[in-house]
């Protein structure tokens, strides 16, 4: 016999939906369905051996009165710290029906199923989500630069054929850092087209504009711009959000030289923290100035090497070019300084370490989704011919917001 | 081999010159000020090792192991140094020699520390206590010279609010942070850009109905949350729907100072969000901790309760932790009370809010008989192109002055 807000769980959803029916029409055997026992305890619900705590039952509640059918989030946020439930009226599959000491009547979820969406919700793959959220338990660190999966190139056509393949290849990217695609159309700015095709916007404007070209010049402003090899190293770290996700096309790579590499910071900086502690701790503490100021520009702020979430490295800023030693010996003593610098010589002795790195020299309708927050990138020198023979280096660049390429990722329809 | 650069007038302060400098074993002693070999090496200036267009290193790598050997010629804003790698070069020893001569100097020490949100150069808040929280500048102000743009951008981050008014209804927003206070590019969302904010039917998001809505932070969700919030209102007729504003840092300050252990809850438990309303197709989370700091600075607050995913916490988080977080929340939530700034918008505001720092609310209203009408519409834009809006000094540039050898 179902209740009345077990039908409405029925009634609410606007997706069709099995899940839902499934719930109510079980309802008369709920309680020998559900396998998990479910009882009211002193700090709040004991649902199986997950404890729900009093007041957070009440922001989780699921009924048409708290939340919104249509917009997936609760209806009032009121304070409801010194509630407390009163009694568990009955068990359903995604439900627990509830009411509280205000004599509010309503739905706890139980499950996923239950939580996001009217019970009618499909959830993304664990592990889409858990790599969507940058959780180091979903990440494959490497610190050897041969690994066949760190080399395999996706085919562009095979990739934009389906929903699937492109989420594989997102989900690909998120693991490791780093992903390449081959067969891309390769016409200077075809890389917008390809990043609609893959539908990972909307596109992150920074001061370089939204599709920066990256191609020899004299004079530059940019040490991108020149021919020399480029450290490892990631890029803007003087934004406050330091872009996310880079996506580096190769147009045309005829010069001599010019190969591309990347390596992975994260390794780098789990071998330290096991081995190192201190060194780790040092990096994750220590705000390093970074500065852009060339004409036109001036952007700067501080922040530690290493960001952690909880236990998670989160992200890292890396960028010799733009640390503004200046800065720094105003900002610290030299005895903390003595101390970061030991910590840094020893992560970029890692860093500098070739056999860490991807190597490839890109070749022309190439393309490289680097994880800008984690897998720091470089490129070996390239020669300039003395007389202009047509040969040319041309790369483009567009970066997007990790939240967009998460999107795509977990996404349904 | 040192390049000479331009000859500038030489503006000698023999108290500066004259500090002692000497190698030592650590690296070089100036005055008070003591810097290591290392990193003197990373910070040598010359054409070699710098360039003055990108002004960024030109060095391969840092250069770890080498020290200095001597030290020669000291001048106001330069040493001249020998390094055992056998590179000569020259370092720093002001803001001017290191980032350039004036007005450059000036910009820094005036606005520096705000744009990097030290929160010692913050104006923190309750209601209406502070007068610089209701300040209004006028559009036509405020465009009017770059030092009068540079000086709303500052009062904005130092307030962390700033209300620009009489904006014409022809001027795009964007057109007006864009164009004519050079303030852009702005950020993208999943959202237009700008986003009409009126009211919609059975809306996926309860910002579209006519109901209050609590104090928040936009888009949380985001892995790296919007900073600058701009409202803009076009039409406000109804009845009721005032807006309102709260200082979160002030009401931390508090916390942290009567309760440290809430105070280490909130920035150390990560939590989470998830966005992901029917029929969008939109699906965003992240987690985040409600408070970031930057050594002890507060950099940022993220607070939607609505869009906390307490289901994941219940999962993820031991039940004491959660426990603890709760308090510190609520106790936190308890400082709020009593501490907005609120006020009517009028059509032709624009608001600008720091959506790291100050929550923004809004009561419900009523749309009756002739006052039916609200149109509000939302877009973002990036810290970090204001504070460029603010520290640049234009076209001038940066060059290292000469610094003679055999004077």
């Known amino acids: 016999m179902a209740s009345s807000l077990a039908k409405w769980a029925l009634n609410t959803t606007r997706a069709t939906s099995n899940v839902c029916a499934r719930a109510v029409s079980s309802s008369a055997r709920a309680l020998s369905s559900s396998a998990r026992s479910v009882s009211l305890e002193s700090e709040g619900i004991l649902d ?248 036109g520009w001036h952007m700067a702020g501080s922040y530690p090497t290493i960001e952690m979430m909880g236990d998670d490295m989160y992200r890292t800023r890396d960028c010799n070019f733009v640390i503004d030693n200046f800065q720094f010996t105003k900002d610290y003593d030299p005895a903390t300084r003595a101390c970061w610098w030991e910590a840094y010589n020893y992560l970029r002795a890692m860093m500098t370490n070739p056999d860490r790195s991807v190597q490839v020299k890109l070749q022309s309708g190439d393309l490289a989704i680097i994880d800008n927050w984690r897998v720091q990138h470089g490129r070996n020198q390239f020669t300039v011919p003395e007389v202009a023979d047509g040969a040319k280096r041309v790369m483009d660049v567009v970066y997007v917001e990790w939240s967009h390429v998460q999107n795509r990722l977990l996404r349904y329809h | 081999m040192l390049r000479v650069l331009p000859i500038l007038p030489r503006k000698f302060s023999p108290s500066i010159a004259v500090r002692l400098v000497h190698v030592t074993e650590y690296g070089i002693k100036d005055g008070l000020q003591e810097l290591l070999h290392v990193e003197t090496r990373n910070m040598c200036r010359c054409e070699e090792c710098f360039s003055t267009l990108s002004t960024q290193k030109l060095l391969t790598d840092a250069k770890k192991g080498v020290r200095v050997s001597s030290v020669g010629r000291v001048t106001e804003h330069y040493l001249t140094v020998k390094w055992d790698d056998g590179h000569e070069g020259m370092i720093a020893r002001t803001s001017r020699g290191a980032y350039g001569p004036q007005p450059v100097q000036d910009i820094l020490d005036k606005y520096y520390n705000l744009t990097v949100r030290r929160n010692n150069e913050l104006q923190l808040w309750r209601g209406e206590e502070e007068e610089g929280v209701a300040m209004q500048f006028k559009y036509s102000d405020v465009i009017s010279s770059d030092q009068s743009t540079r000086d709303f951008i500052a009062h904005f981050m130092k307030y962390g609010i700033g209300t620009m008014t009489e904006v014409p209804a022809e001027r795009n927003t964007l057109d007006v942070i864009n164009v004519d206070m050079e303030a852009g590019p702005m950020r993208e969302t999943i959202y237009k850009n700008p986003d009409p904010v009126a009211f919609i039917a059975d809306a996926h998001n309860f910002a579209y109905t006519s109901d209050a809505l609590p104090g928040h932070t936009d888009l949380p969700y985001y892995t790296q949350m919007p900073q600058i919030f701009l409202f803009r209102c076009h039409i406000n007729t109804v009845i009721g729907g005032s807006s309102f504003w709260i200082d979160t840092f002030a009401a931390l300050a508090e916390v942290r100072a009567e ?87 009028k059509a032709g505001d624009l608001v600008f809010v720091d959506n790291r720092r100050v929550l923004h609310g809004r009561e419900s209203f009523k749309a009756e008989g002739e006052r039916k009408e609200r149109l509000m519409d939302v877009s973002y834009g990036d810290w970090n192109h204001f504070q460029r809006r603010l520290l640049d000094t234009g076209p001038e540039k940066l060059f290292i002055e000469r610094h003679l050898h055999n004077e």
């Open chain 1, 48 to 295: 199986g051996n997950n404890l729900i705590l009093h007041h957070e039952s009440r922001y989780l509640c699921r009924c048409p009165g708290c939340f919104g059918a249509t917009s997936n989030q609760p209806l009032h946020t009121d304070d409801f710290s010194a509630i407390k439930v009163t009694e568990i009226k009955e068990l359903h599959d995604h439900y627990i029906e509830l009411q509280w000491d205000d004599g509010h009547v309503g739905m706890l979820p139980r499950n996923e199923t239950g939580a996001y969406g009217n019970g009618y919700k499909q959830t993304p793959p664990q592990r889409f989500y858990d790599l969507s959220l940058r959780k180091n338990k979903a990440q494959t660190f490497w610190s050897d630069g041969t690994l066949p999966e760190l080399n395999k190139k996706f085919d562009y056509e095979e990739v934009i054929s389906s929903d699937e393949n492109v989420k594989e290849l997102l989900a690909h990217y998120m693991q490791y850092g780093l992903a390449l695609l081959a067969n891309t159309p390769n016409q200077p700015g075809d890389l917008l087209k390809v990043l609609d095709k893959l539908e990972v916007g909307p596109y992150w404007k920074t001061l370089f504009g939204l599709l920066s070209r990256v191609s020899y010049q004299n004079d530059p402003l940019n040490q991108a711009f020149n021919n020399q090899h480029l450290a490892a190293h990631t890029d803007m770290p003087y934004y406050t959000q330091t872009p996310s996700v880079y996506f580096f096309h190769c147009v045309a790579n005829e010069l001599e030289g010019g190969e591309s590499f990347w390596v992975d910071t994260f390794s780098a900086l789990h071998h330290m923290r096991t081995e190192m502690p201190e060194m780790f701790e040092i990096l994750a503490e220590v705000k390093v100035p970074f500065r852009q100021y060339r004409v």
């Open chain 2, 259 to 345: 309760r440290p252990d809430y105070f280490a809850s909130l920035t150390t438990t990560p939590i989470s969000c998830r966005y992901s309303p029917p029929g969008t197709g939109w699906y965003l989370a992240t987690p985040y901790t409600a408070v970031v700091l930057m050594g002890d600075d507060i950099l940022e607050v993220r607070d939607h309760l609505a869009l906390m995913d307490e289901f994941e916490m219940s999962r993820r988080l031991p039940r004491e932790t959660r426990s603890k977080w709760w308090d510190a929340f609520l106790y936190y939530q308890s400082k709020l009370e009593q501490a907005a700034y609120k006020r009517i918008v």
